[in-house]
Structures are given as C-alpha cells and as structure tokens.
C-alpha cells in the first residue's frame, strides 16, 4: 500500500491543471487544524472556504465502481468502512467551520469537475475584466 498516493494523483493533477488553466489559484494538500479535527483539503481556496477532494473508487467506496476485495474481507470491509466515516467527519468539521465541501469521484471527467468547483467557488479573484485601452504616450 506504500505505493498508492496520498497527494498529486493523477485525477487530482489533471482537475488543479484544468482550474489553474482557468485562472484560479488554491492551495494544494493545505492543513486544516478545526476546532473539531484536522482536515488536508486536496485543494483548498481559503479566502472562499471551499475545499475540494477528489476520492478515489476503491478507497472511498464509490456506489458505481467501488469494489470490495475477494480475499481478507475481514481486514478490508471495516477499513473502507473507516476511510468513509473519517470522509463524513471531515465533512461535518468543514461545514461547522464554515467551509463548503466539494467531493467527487475520481471518474467523473475533469470539466464536470470543473464545473463543479467553479459553481463552489465564483469567480476565479484576478480574472481579467475588460482590457483597459492603452492611452497616449504609454509604452506596452
């Protein structure tokens, strides 16, 4: 299990790629200490207080494509149960801070991630607006 990531997944790169691409800057695998628990966002904007984590199939027990092992089922059964209960708790001490959680899964397809985020999110803060004109004697 050593070999399985914790950050920079492969979902996970390609949604911050897409969002940076987009103009949006976050922090990345940020430390959260709450009143109740301590929380790392995969990404997390913190002047807007969204936080964002994108969970895989197999560790957090996805309803379409989760899959349970075969064998050792008493080892694994109660430790995916965990992995979704720690996900609900850090739910709970997000929202208690005044956070809003964004999860999805790691097969939904990075524009509807996207999508997603930016609804959480608005607009990213240095989006340009209307390119001033350039006025009379100002080099570019």
């Known amino acids: ?16 790629a897409a969002l940076h691409a987009k103009g949006y800057r976050y922090r990345k695998d940020f430390r959260l200490d709450l009143p109740l628990r301590r929380v790392r966002p995969d990404i997390a904007f913190t002047r807007r207080k969204v936080a964002v984590f994108v969970d895989g199939c197999f560790w957090h027990a996805c309803p379409d494509h989760g899959s349970r092992p075969k064998n050792n089922d008493w080892y694994w059964s109660p430790k995916l149960a965990r992995n979704v209960e720690r996900d609900r708790a850090a739910d709970d001490a997000l ?43 100002t080099a570019l």
């Open 1 to 16: 299990m050593k070999a399985n990531r914790r950050t920079d997944t492969k979902p996970e790169l390609a949604l911050r």
């Open 95 to 137: 929202a208690h801070a005044g956070w809003t959680v964004v999860r999805l899964w790691e097969h939904v397809p990075v524009e509807d991630a996207v999508a997603a985020v930016i609804a959480a999110v608005g607009t990213p803060r240095d989006a340009p607006s209307l390119p001033c004109p350039p006025t009379a004697g």
